[in-house]
């Protein structure tokens, strides 16, 4: 067992060439990996951004990472590498993931929202819909827009930076806690920070947009605190957080409505299109479910079958 004796433990707040910036109590430490730890790590084993790890304090102020401790939870993407595509945390320790889309200019894209509340519920992560710019609309027809997930139980926030509507009902779901930030280009994330914090927004998009920048460009990956306590920490690349291990016989059960249904089905491997005695298509038909989810279940399975999400 490793010596831990003079250790001091901390998160992960920043992560760039192989610098790891740790927040110990009110100071930050840049660190380094030890070499024994590094070998043989791959995949989702590498030190994240929200990772809470034990370092050594070096002469020169620096510090080096001695162990990381276990997670309680890992927002997980596919990424490329030279081996091939491999699982890659994007964040540890994440509380909730924020979705934001826009009610218009963009469109709401609810099939994708649909695809990412899955990934959500397979990495045990809550989520948290964001509806913006409902100025765009009117907050009827935004809530109309949205109204099929409220019996889901997912927290539905609908905002806009132009008449503050709803910034203070998200700040407060923020506090004191560690939030993957995240939506399609173009639906005002960076307007929404900086409306909660000043200037948090335009901060979070630099970084974004240096990590962006040319294919030989280091990886910045940073978590933001927040004044009144907790952290965002913005996550672009939406579309890499694919539904890349999850069977189709497994997607009914990151569907709320139809996990509960599925023991009542008649035949066990029902796959909720044609079968006889299928309690999931009688909801459907009953209104229970809404027919847009199920489309969007029946999707995302026939995209499962063909090889890929």
Known sequence: MPETVGLLEGQVLRLQSGFYTVQIGRGEVTCQMRKRI????????????????????????????????????????????????QPQVMLANADQVVLVFACARPEP??????????????QSLPA??????????????????????????????????KSGTGISQLHALL??????????????????????????????????????KGRHTTVVRQMFPLLNGGYVADMPGLRSLALWDTSPEELDGYFPELRGLVEHCQFNDCT??????????????????????????LKLREEGSAGGY
């Open 38 to 85: 590094k070998r043989g790590l791959s995949g989702q084993e590498f030190i994240a951004i929200g990772d809470l790890v034990k370092i050594s304090l070096q002469d020169d102020g620096t510090g080096s990472i001695e162990e990381m401790l276990p997670r309680r939870s890992a927002l997980v993407r596919l990424a490329p590498t030279p081996g091939g595509m």
């Open 128 to 161: 948290v819909i964001v509806a913006n710019k409902i100025d765009l609309v009117g907050e009827d027809m935004a809530h109309e827009m949205f109204a099929l997930y409220k019996p889901l139980g997912y927290p539905i926030v609908f905002t806009s930076t």
């Open 175 to 212: 506090e004191e806690k560690l939030s993957a930030f995240t939506g399609p280009s173009g639906v005002g994330k960076t307007s929404l920070l900086n409306a909660i914090q000043p200037e948090l927004g335009l901060t979070v998009r630099e970084v974004s947009s240096w990590h962006n």
């Open 272 to 297: 909720h299109r044609t079968e006889p005695g299928c309690a999931v298509r009688a909801a459907v038909e009953k209104g229970k479910i809404h027919p847009q989810r199920y489309e969007s279940y």
């Open 109 to 122: 894209h609810l099939r994708m929202l649909d695809r990412f509340l899955v990934v959500c519920e397979k």
